[in-house]
């Protein structure tokens, strides 16, 4: 029988309460049972307990950050004593090193380590789960937020971001049409992403009556600047002037759907996809600045456990330079084709208005332009910006802790 | 005899010269031999010259990038005829498409698929390789440049480049003691990487401070920023006022190093160091606004091929949230306090002196600094930024270009 036992162990090692009681385990873990009427044991491990220790001594807390003396830290500590304190609803441990620590039930069952619980605080609180889509299912994924909510209300910042994250884009609409607008976005996030093109660029064709033909050209699906080390996350486009011609309309393919299907029915071409390194590159200069960037990187990015982490595809910006095998050469081109050809026949063609902003996940979507008719009664006028993950996280746990209290 | 055959089979395909002969090889290849003395035979596919032809509706010239119609790109292209011309030491290529191609000799050369001109090519130009040192080398790899020669001459500048690149650590000597050093520095090679905490920052002494590292105390060695997924690449420290207390030195390791070591004497530690999933967090805020920055990785992160990407370490930057299976905690902390004590042991310190700019790899190196003394009498004052590594190369690639004439 569970409870009889586990009643004589606690006798042994703590003073037992109505509310929370705890044990040894081992030797090495200490095991929790919170008995608000669920029969839920957590179970920590005594080095990880010591280690997070949360005293002044151990922890500074205005930084909430560990100051304990690691140099010094004894992996073979042991718990030599143990408190469950009901009415505060804590545990104390005292320590083989005579230390002494207090954590609360609530500090502890955010950090439990049973795997439906980690899983659940990396998906909601680390990095949302993403949702591949196909070019079909683009109007019932693709969410619509008004720019004014998003620039002062949390709850509709909140959102975007969410939304962002999940699905890989988002739009924007009755944004003014001025050119402040995306670093104003930018910020109300967190701070631009610097390239070597600078922070806002512009999207319009170049000059019309110096220009042979006023035709712009289609602009093929891409991922921007897949040179980089570290790519910039998160296009955001602001639709200030639109073309009246029937082109220049975005198109954009969800890369991780693409890569969903090479790896359900063309396994032999996602495995050369994403193992053959690509040398991805960018010569130019920019105010004067020559700059020469190359970064190698297969088509589909895979982390240890196989979950894409970045897909780069671009025409222009893949180098001459081609630094594989010979024999792998034209197994890797019939690969690529397969995925261009899947990537244009799964693209979703719309058309942003004046005030539209556009934002997707750079590291993820693909996008392209199609052709459009410039002319100086018709032009096209695009301010971009980009945002990074790590600083759109962020605001989004601060988010997050503020509107839906999730734990630190 | 390879000699009477090669004639031959060229005879058939190609107009035969004194200086340059091509053939077409099982129909998907052409072999070029320059003839240039050397028994030197190129063999590039064929579909990659097709990919790479370079008249002007398949490349755009100003921008060095591909423009071919790849929508619409055909893998299963053939060279049906080929012209070698040794007089301008081009082979021309007429393909099953009807196009036409040339190709320089020079360019050719440039993008050699023999593995050893590729690894050339990529050890001298894409990123140097490593060279990994213990404490008690410091000094022997440890290169000294002049501030003034880094930012007037530009060999000077490729050096200190090259250095940092190779060996992970510089120092710069008789900079001005004014606050815009580390920012004319950046800019010499790019453009500053702003983080949360801004763009430069200021390292002194603060009573309340919120970051750790603006304590007097000592600093144990980390890293700086391992809760970004996009971690700052190199720190730039400026020394304008050094305390005149016995501490304040700084503190370094080859964390690549340290990683040699554990792959080598404690497989199990490295294994378990470079698979485990750490999570690496900052809370706080800046400037009225808050962030919450987490990103998940392992003290030793490798790539597909087991080459060292990037080193975590940080006392106060490991959250108390740690995702792990409980069974791996423990051997964890026991492989980390490994880690630990081998770092510590191999650390080399020394103290800057004003005018002194410190420049280290954040990726690779573990920097720390001992306890000092402070007061208004004897204040500290270094003031930081960081550069990233896609800039950092780009600069580096370009300055090659100029002054080694590399490839393009």
């Given at each position: ?26 030797g090495?873990?200490i ?13 920590f ?46 545990v104390?441990?005292?320590w ?10 609530e500090?502890?069952?955010d ?10 605080y ?100 891409h ?16 639709c ?66 196989g979950r894409?982490t970045?897909?780069?595809?671009s ?5 001459s ?6 024999a792998?050469v034209?197994p ?56 990074d993950?790590?600083i ?17």
């Open positions: 029988m569970w409870v009889p036992r586990l009643l004589r162990t606690i006798k042994q090692h703590t003073q037992f309460t109505r509310q929370i009681s705890a044990r040894i385990v081992n090495t873990n095991e929790v049972q919170p008995e608000d009427g669920k029969p839920e044991k957590l179970i491990p005594s080095v990880w307990l010591r280690d997070n220790c949360l005293c002044d001594e151990c922890f500074h807390g205005s930084s909430k950050s560990r100051k304990l003396d690691w140099d010094n830290f004894d992996t073979r500590i042991k718990p030599v004593d143990l408190v469950a304190d009901g009415k505060e609803k804590q104390v441990v005292r083989s090193d005579h230390h002494e620590s207090r954590f609360t039930l500090w502890l069952k950090r439990s380590f049973q795997k439906e619980k980690q899983e659940e990396l998906r909601e609180f680390y990095r949302p789960e993403t949702q591949h889509w196909s070019g079909k299912q683009f109007q019932d994924i693709a969410r619509h937020f008004n720019y004014e909510e998003v620039m002062s209300q949390d709850s509709t910042l909140m959102q975007w971001l969410q939304s962002l994250a999940v699905h890989g884009v988002a739009l924007l609409r009755n944004a003014p049409l001025d050119e402040g607008v995306v670093r104003r976005l930018a910020e109300r996030v967190g701070f631009i992403r610097r390239t070597t093109y600078g922070e806002e660029f512009v999207v319009q064709a170049k000059p019309g009556a110096q220009n042979f033909a006023y035709l712009s050209l289609p602009l093929p699906l991922t921007d600047l897949p040179y980089y080390e570290y790519k910039p996350s998160v296009n955001i486009l602001h200030v002037v639109q073309t009246d011609s029937p082109g220049g309309s975005n198109m954009l393919v969800d890369g991780f759907h693409i890569a969903d299907i090479l790896r359900r029915d063309y396994p032999e071409d996602f495995e050369r996809l994403s193992r053959v390194i690509v040398d991805w590159n960018d010569i130019g200069s920019e105010d004067g600045r020559k700059f020469h960037n190359i970064w190698r990187a297969p088509v589909i990015c895979l982390d240890a456990e894409y970045r897909v780069n595809h025409v222009p910006q893949r180098d330079h081609f630094n594989v095998p010979l792998e034209l890797w081109y019939e690969s690529y084709a397969r995925f261009v050809r899947l990537a244009i026949a799964d693209s979703h063609a719309f058309k942003t208005q004046p005030g539209d902003v556009l934002t997707f996940n750079n590291i993820r979507l693909l996008h392209g332009r199609t052709g459009y008719d410039d002319s100086e009664i018709s032009p096209r006028y695009i301010v971009g910006a980009y945002l993950w790590d759109i996280y962020s605001r989004l746990r601060v988010l997050k802790n503020k509107i839906q209290r999730k734990p630190q």
